[in-house]
């Protein structure tokens, strides 16, 4: 990807990264800051860290999405992360977000990764389905009732 297609993605991840935190309960400023964190330790300025991984999802030479994956943080070099996946709208229900996850399994196998891990919001359905149906297992759950 080119720096200009990078920083595109970085603005959108960040926008609907915000956007889920804040719809899970998080203030904006909390919300913010915590994406801005996270993308100055895997993107310092602006480029991926070392080991972490943006490729365009194309089909037909037309970009229809993004996937970023790279280390878990704070964990063995062996375990993965899928930070990111992204679907254009218009692309989605087709399958190829199933194909995206069959193609990066085998990238992190060939990385010598032993586990993909990932987080998804409660609130997308859509995603959770597609995870579990992947084989993908839940390792914690966090909950809220609102008072």
């Known amino acids: 990807m080119s720096d200009e297609e990078i920083d595109a993605y970085l603005r959108r991840s960040r926008t609907d990264y915000v956007r889920e935190l804040v719809a899970s309960g998080m203030s904006e400023a909390a919300a913010a800051a915590r994406a801005d964190d996270q993308q100055r330790q895997a993107?310092?300025?602006?480029?991926?860290?070392?080991?972490?991984?943006?490729?365009?999802?194309?089909?037909?030479?037309?970009?229809?999405?993004y996937v970023w994956y790279g280390p878990e943080a704070d964990a063995s070099h062996d375990r993965w992360w899928l930070w990111d996946i992204w679907v254009n709208e218009s692309e989605r229900g087709r399958g190829v977000?199933?194909?995206?996850?069959?193609?990066?399994?085998?990238?992190?196998?060939?990385?010598?990764?032993?586990?993909?891990?990932?987080?998804v919001f409660g609130s997308n359905e859509t995603a959770r389905r597609l995870y579990e149906r992947s084989g993908y297992e839940v390792v914690s759950v966090r909950m809220r009732k609102l008072l």
């Open 43 to 65: 993107f310092p300025d602006g480029r991926a860290a070392p080991g972490h991984h943006v490729r365009a999802v194309v089909e037909n030479e037309h970009t229809i999405g």
């Open 97 to 119: 977000g199933r194909e995206v996850l069959v193609v990066l399994e085998a990238e992190v196998r060939r990385l010598l990764g032993a586990s993909l891990g990932l987080s």
